[in-house]
């Protein structure tokens, strides 16, 4: 008799989405509200309602508008209760920032996707050295060094494969328009 396959487990799903859109959610949240505090708060919220309605959830659909319009209605109730904060936005201003975050966040998305094809397009020695040059804590200095070459030389190699980069990714996102 032939084992079945493992099932997915749920709580693994819903950690791997979670943590994977979590940035996104943050910066979408923090376009709704005042403070980080706040952003904060929602954040958690929006969590534990997501993982409590995850069972709803439909597998193959798109997780992270699900969880924006969690984070929404989150939002909005947070914001409910503290409606005697002066600092409290308005309804229409709400409306309009969540809007404009929900296209910021798109086009984020496009641009990173854009970015990652791009520099596998790169020949291996520059997206190496892109990698390299601007990783965290990294001196530039020290990769001038390096390569043999002065650091005014490797900044004009620099602005050069950014630029090609950013041809390359104007292309891609006017493409899949």
């Excluded at 520099?119 to 043999?148: F, T």
Aim: charged share 30%.
């Amino acid at each position: 008799m032939a084992s079945q396959p493992p099932q997915p487990d749920p709580y693994e799903d819903f950690v791997k989405n979670l943590t994977t859109h979590e940035p996104a959610l943050r910066r979408f949240i923090r376009t709704l509200l005042p403070s980080w505090g706040d952003t904060d708060e929602v954040v958690q919220r929006t969590a534990l309602v997501a993982w409590r309605k995850f069972p709803q959830f439909e597998p193959g659909s798109d997780f992270f508008r699900w969880l924006l319009v969690i984070a929404r209605y989150e939002a909005l109730a947070f914001r409910r209760a503290m409606g005697r904060d002066r600092l409290c936005f308005g309804e229409n201003l709400l409306a309009l920032l969540e809007e404009e975050a929900t296209e910021e966040l798109e086009l984020a998305t496009r641009e990173q996707t854009a970015l990652e094809s791009c520099l596998q397009k790169l020949p291996v020695n520059r997206r190496e050295l892109v990698l390299r040059a601007y990783a965290a804590g990294v001196d530039q200095r020290d990769i001038a060094a390096s390569l043999g070459k002065s650091s005014a030389a490797l900044y004009t190699l620099l602005a050069r494969i950014r630029r090609d980069l950013a041809r390359c990714i104007e292309t891609q996102i006017r493409t899949a328009q």
